[in-house]
């Protein structure tokens, strides 16, 4: 039997609030770290690093007489078996619901691979382009681990009723494609069955340049992807999820005469502060075997793998030793044989005692009760309305749900804050609840006492490993608290806190014995923003500071003039958010508002629901006019959120919600629209475009939301209503966002 090692993922959820100009700020968390080297073997031709690499490759049969057509029946079993697949956290689905084997050889011609999936709910994207977002395979192949020259294949089987045929995309991940020849389409075909599909395909050696030979160590990711109704789930031979970006997440495979034993379980390993859990997951034919675990090579607890939903498991929790810092060389073995091992590593606990000590100790940070900073928030963005600016920030806490943080720029006024029961927000005018930031970064690093309660700000912390960052080494701790994941970096030197996701703490500086931060700097693709505290004060009086939501004025434009229902209209000035998403500004539903009154539309399409926030504005005006707008969103938590919020503002009547992807539900929408708004994935504008342009009465109107603010994503949709004869399109800048609205000529 062959199990492979799965490290808890560095995974993490980052979600992004406003801030000066553009969207920025940031509701994250998790953290602890102190490091030596940790490698995680198993096996002795499976070790996994802390690069997720493998000293000794797997080995790959070959096989022949095999026919491109879904059908298994002609590999008669042979190939190497990967029995198991999970996600980067070890979720592994009941094999009832999902369940995927894979099988791989190689012939003259390129590496096959057979994938039979058990499934019970199956979801097909009407997209090809973005197969991946729904039911799927993905396959992806490399020269070499880390190398890239590599490409990757995602197959959909044409199980699901409403597309009744495999469908495949070809994504070219070489560099240097200039020059090169065109990739070959790889053969892929499939079979569906009851309860399932069967993808066989063969990837060709030409599209590498390689010449297949027993002895090429090649490269091999496997990828499986389930939608269904409440979520999706991806799984992966692989813990992670990297190989399109990063070639070195992949296994390498050796192209050999016999195949490697099967991967049959998943083994890996939770430090969490206490204690210790090793989780095995296996095939069913490992049912009945014995899980058995040692510390310096003596046995300290076992257990045997029982069935589990379908599937056979050994869970095994081990208590810290009293007193220590560290978790000594461990190793576990199944059925006598030795599959997984780690080294030496620290006990979370010590990683948090050692970031403390780092900041000043628990009796200085314990002599704060209330922090006050001034400083400057600069930014360069390249896509913004204004790509560069430096804003001045001052910020106030007195604890880690009272604070808040207020950045000047271009006029307007950014805020952040929490008023000791939720987080909030502040964009010029538009003011809402958002309880994302109460326990963000931010509140974490103006908190007078923030290392002393980490487990607060980030709760669930369990240690996943060392890793370099830079020149240095960094422990990262992951935060688990509910869905959300965030990991955080300690750095191995000095035993601070370094980073939190993609977000860095730097220029660490002593005020009054406590050691700050007095920079956070977050990359943001080809720019960045960073906020710097150049004053920092301790125990100072905030008695004057308002930390709760600020009361929104109508003001000047009016902004809820003549909006006057009971339900809608408190919605309309704070609605929160469960499940992430962006919001129009206020200013912006307004402007919709406006439009589809003074015109008189009466069948509206919004594509792109979030929690509803727009589509409120929308419903109202549309219930005024005698017409109702229908409005979709992809994802099913967001759907299911933005459903609720119109049942509580009783607009039911004015809104047809629908969760679908938008592609395949316009498709099943008959007739023409008097009005269409488009919030959706900026880069898919000019293709919803394509699909809708025609379907615009006379008079009728196309408005997208963004323009200004990302235009860089939508030069081709911005270029084409610019540009069409057929339309008068105006960019209003009611807010930094920007709303294009292009108006279908009457006399055409």
């Given at each position: 039997?062959?199990?492979?090692?799965?490290?808890?993922?560095?995974?993490?959820?980052?979600?992004?609030?406003?801030?000066?100009?553009?969207?920025?700020?940031?509701?994250?968390?998790?953290?602890?770290?102190?490091?030596?080297?940790?490698?995680?073997?198993?096996?002795?031709?499976?070790?996994?690093?802390?690069?997720?690499?493998?000293?000794?490759?797997?080995?790959?049969?070959?096989?022949?007489?095999?026919?491109?057509?879904?059908?298994?029946?002609?590999?008669?079993?042979?190939?190497?078996?990967?029995?198991?697949?999970?996600?980067?956290?070890?979720?592994?689905?009941?094999?009832?619901?999902?369940?995927?084997?894979?099988?791989?050889?190689?012939?003259?011609?390129?590496?096959?691979?057979?994938?039979?999936?058990?499934?019970?709910?199956?979801?097909?994207?009407?997209?090809?382009?973005?197969?991946?977002?729904?039911?799927?395979?993905?396959?992806?192949?490399?020269?070499?681990?880390?190398?890239?020259?590599?490409?990757?294949?995602?197959?959909?089987?044409?199980?699901?009723?409403?597309?009744?045929?495999?469908?495949?995309?070809?994504?070219?991940?070489?560099?240097?494609?200039?020059?090169?020849?065109?990739?070959?389409?790889?053969?892929?075909?499939?079979?569906?069955?009851?309860?399932?599909?069967?993808?066989?395909?063969?990837?060709?050696?030409?599209?590498?340049?390689?010449?297949?030979?027993?002895?090429?160590?090649?490269?091999?990711?496997?990828?499986?992807?389930?939608?269904?109704?409440?979520?999706?789930?991806?799984?992966?031979?692989?813990?992670?999820?990297?190989?399109?970006?990063?070639?070195?997440?992949?296994?390498?495979?050796?192209?050999?005469?016999?195949?490697?034993?099967?991967?049959?379980?998943?083994?890996?390993?939770?430090?969490?502060?206490?204690?210790?859990?090793?989780?095995?997951?296996?095939?069913?034919?490992?049912?009945?075997?014995?899980?058995?675990?040692?510390?310096?090579?003596?046995?300290?607890?076992?257990?045997?793998?029982?069935?589990?939903?379908?599937?056979?498991?050994?869970?095994?929790?081990?208590?810290?030793?009293?007193?220590?810092?560290?978790?000594?060389?461990?190793?576990?073995?199944?059925?006598?044989?030795?599959?997984?091992?780690?080294?030496?590593?620290?006990?979370?606990?010590?990683?948090?005692?050692?970031y403390i000590e780092a900041a000043g100790g628990r009796e200085a940070i314990g002599q704060l009760n209330s922090r006050a900073v001034a400083g400057r928030y600069l930014y360069d963005l390249p896509y913004a309305d204004v790509p560069r600016d430096t804003c001045p920030l001052e910020g106030w806490s007195v604890s880690q749900d009272r604070w808040m943080i207020e950045v000047r720029g271009n006029g307007e006024i950014q805020r952040l804050g929490a008023d000791g029961v939720t987080g909030w927000r502040q964009s010029g005018t538009d003011i809402r609840y958002d309880d994302r930031v109460r326990r963000g970064l931010i509140a974490f690093v103006l908190d007078p006492r923030g290392p002393l309660h980490i487990n607060r700000f980030f709760p669930g912390m369990v240690f996943t490993g060392v890793e370099r960052r830079g020149a240095t080494l960094a422990i990262a701790v992951e935060s688990r608290d509910g869905d959300r994941r965030r990991t955080l970096w300690f750095d191995d030197g000095t035993g601070l806190l370094s980073g939190v996701d993609?977000?860095?703490?730097?220029?660490?500086?002593?005020?009054?014995?406590?050691?700050?931060?007095?920079?956070?700097?977050?990359?943001?693709?080809?720019?960045?923003?960073?906020?710097?505290?150049?004053?920092?004060?301790?125990?100072?009086?905030?008695?004057?500071?308002?930390?709760?939501?600020?009361?929104?004025?109508?003001?000047?434009?009016?902004?809820?003039?003549?909006?006057?229902?009971?339900?809608?209209?408190?919605?309309?000035?704070?609605?929160?958010?469960?499940?992430?998403?962006?919001?129009?500004?206020?200013?912006?539903?307004?402007?919709?508002?406006?439009?589809?009154?003074?015109?008189?539309?009466?069948?509206?399409?919004?594509?792109?629901?979030?929690?509803?926030?727009?589509?409120?504005?929308?419903?109202?005006?549309?219930?005024?006019?005698?017409?109702?707008?229908?409005?979709?969103?992809?994802?099913?938590?967001?759907?299911?959120?933005?459903?609720?919020?119109?049942?509580?503002?009783?607009?039911?009547?004015?809104?047809?919600?629908?969760?679908?992807?938008?592609?395949?539900?316009?498709?099943?929408?008959?007739?023409?629209?008097?009005?269409?708004?488009?919030?959706?994935?900026?880069?898919?504008?000019?293709?919803?475009?394509?699909?809708?342009?025609?379907?615009?009465?006379?008079?009728?109107?196309?408005?997208?939301?963004?323009?200004?603010?990302?235009?860089?994503?939508?030069?081709?949709?911005?270029?084409?209503?610019?540009?069409?004869?057929?339309?008068?399109?105006?960019?209003?800048?009611?807010?930094?966002?920007?709303?294009?609205?292009?108006?279908?000529?009457?006399?055409?």
């Amino acid at each position: 039997m062959r199990c492979t090692t799965t490290f808890i993922p560095v995974s993490a959820v980052a979600a992004i609030v406003a801030a000066a100009i553009i969207a920025s700020l940031f509701a994250l968390a998790a953290l602890a770290g102190l490091a030596t080297a940790l490698v995680c073997l198993v096996a002795p031709a499976d070790c996994a690093a802390a690069e997720f690499g493998f000293d000794e490759p797997f080995d790959i049969p070959p096989i022949e007489g095999i026919d491109i057509d879904g059908d298994a029946a002609d590999w008669r079993g042979a190939g190497f078996r990967v029995a198991v697949l999970a996600a980067p956290d070890g979720a592994i689905p009941p094999p009832a619901d999902f369940d995927v084997l894979f099988r791989v050889g190689w012939n003259e011609r390129g590496l096959l691979v057979l994938a039979e999936v058990t499934d019970d709910e199956p979801r097909e994207n009407a997209d090809t382009d973005r197969l991946w977002r729904s039911d799927c395979i993905e396959i992806f192949i490399a020269e070499a681990v880390g190398h890239a020259n590599r490409y990757q294949l995602v197959a959909a089987s044409g199980a699901d009723p409403a597309r009744t045929a495999v469908r495949t995309r070809l994504y070219d991940h070489r560099e240097a494609r200039h020059g090169r020849a065109p990739l070959v389409d790889p053969p892929c075909e499939a079979k569906v069955g009851e309860g399932g599909y069967t993808i066989e395909a063969l990837l060709p050696w030409e599209n590498l340049g390689v010449e297949p030979r027993a002895g090429l160590v090649a490269a091999l990711q496997l990828v499986a992807n389930d939608e269904d109704g409440d979520g999706s789930l991806r799984v992966a031979w692989f813990p992670s999820y990297a190989a399109p970006d990063d070639p070195s997440k992949m296994h390498a495979v050796r192209l050999a005469e016999r195949p490697s034993p099967p991967i049959l379980c998943r083994v890996f390993r939770e430090v969490r502060e206490g204690r210790c859990v090793v989780v095995a997951i296996g095939a069913p034919e490992t049912e009945g075997r014995e899980a058995v675990v040692s510390m310096n090579n003596r046995i300290v607890a076992r257990d045997v793998l029982h069935a589990e939903i379908g599937r056979a498991e050994a869970r095994i929790e081990i208590q810290t030793p009293p007193g220590a810092d560290r978790w000594p060389p461990m190793s576990v073995e199944i059925g006598g044989e030795r599959i997984a091992a780690w080294e030496e590593s620290p006990a979370l606990e010590r990683v948090l005692a050692r970031y403390i000590e780092a900041a000043g100790g628990r009796e200085a940070i314990g002599q704060l009760n209330s922090r006050a900073v001034a400083g400057r928030y600069l930014y360069d963005l390249p896509y913004a309305d204004v790509p560069r600016d430096t804003c001045p920030l001052e910020g106030w806490s007195v604890s880690q749900d009272r604070w808040m943080i207020e950045v000047r720029g271009n006029g307007e006024i950014q805020r952040l804050g929490a008023d000791g029961v939720t987080g909030w927000r502040q964009s010029g005018t538009d003011i809402r609840y958002d309880d994302r930031v109460r326990r963000g970064l931010i509140a974490f690093v103006l908190d007078p006492r923030g290392p002393l309660h980490i487990n607060r700000f980030f709760p669930g912390m369990v240690f996943t490993g060392v890793e370099r960052r830079g020149a240095t080494l960094a422990i990262a701790v992951e935060s688990r608290d509910g869905d959300r994941r965030r990991t955080l970096w300690f750095d191995d030197g000095t035993g601070l806190l370094s980073g939190v996701d993609e977000h860095l703490l730097l220029d660490y500086a002593a005020v009054d014995e406590v050691t700050i931060p007095h920079r956070i700097r977050s990359d943001r693709g080809n720019g960045y923003s960073a906020y710097e505290f150049l004053q920092i004060e301790h125990n100072v009086d905030t008695g004057g500071v308002q930390f709760a939501i600020p009361e929104r004025a109508d003001g000047p434009e009016g902004l809820f003039e003549g909006i006057n229902d009971p339900a809608v209209l408190p919605m309309l000035r704070h609605l929160s958010f469960r499940h992430g998403g962006m919001n129009v500004p206020a200013e912006d539903g307004r402007f919709l508002y406006d439009l589809v009154r003074r015109n008189g539309y009466r069948r509206g399409l919004e594509i792109g629901t979030s929690n509803g926030y727009s589509t409120l504005w929308l419903g109202l005006a549309f219930r005024e006019t005698g017409g109702r707008v229908i409005t979709i969103e992809y994802e099913p938590l967001r759907a299911a959120e933005a459903a609720e919020n119109f049942d509580r503002a009783g607009l039911g009547d004015a809104i047809d919600a629908r969760t679908a992807d938008a592609f395949a539900e316009i498709g099943r929408i008959e007739g023409l629209f008097d009005f269409v708004f488009i919030d959706a994935w900026k880069p898919d504008y000019i293709r919803y475009y394509r699909l809708l342009r025609e379907r615009i009465r006379p008079g009728g109107a196309i408005a997208a939301h963004n323009v200004t603010a990302h235009e860089s994503d939508m030069e081709e949709f911005l270029d084409a209503v610019k540009n069409d004869p057929d339309f008068e399109t105006v960019i209003h800048r009611t807010s930094p966002a920007g709303i294009s609205v292009s108006v279908r000529r009457r006399n055409r």
